[in-house]
């Protein structure tokens, strides 16, 4: 089975920015869709951004617009570049790969990779 590693994660101010990366162990073409989710302490893991195979992408509200997925097939990897940041935004960054089958969705996920923002 794929597995996926992210970071780049850590301590940044607000306003700052950070780039997550997420290598994946295998190709990631075959997966429907890749994604990143963050779970904050004492709240649910929430879908941050999430892109499919043919490009769509699919963003939180929270943080349309000032963060960027993008992907590189030939390195196996997708990227997070998270602008203007804020303290709301501290959280365990995951990546996601999601598998299609015709009974079922499959789910791959990362370790995390801890986000903060604070002065």
């Known amino acids: 089975q794929v597995q996926l590693v992210e970071s780049g994660g850590g301590l940044v101010q607000p306003g700052g920015s950070l780039r997550l990366s997420c290598v994946a162990s295998?190709?990631?073409?075959?997966?429907?869709?890749m994604a990143w989710y963050r779970q904050a302490p004492g709240k649910q893991r929430e879908l941050v951004v999430q892109?499919?195979?043919?490009?769509?992408?699919n963003y939180s509200g929270s943080v349309k617009d000032r963060f960027t997925i993008s992907r590189d097939n030939d390195q196996n990897t997708i990227y997070l570049q998270m602008n203007s940041l804020k303290p709301e935004d501290t959280a365990v960054y995951f990546c996601?790969?999601?598998?299609?089958?015709?009974?079922?969705?499959?789910?791959?996920w990362g370790q995390g990779t801890q986000v903060t923002v604070s002065s």
């Open positions: 295998g190709s990631i073409r075959s997966f429907y869709a």
């Open positions: 996601n790969a999601k598998a299609l089958f015709p009974d079922r969705t499959d789910n791959i």
């Open positions: 892109m499919e195979r043919d490009g769509y992408t």
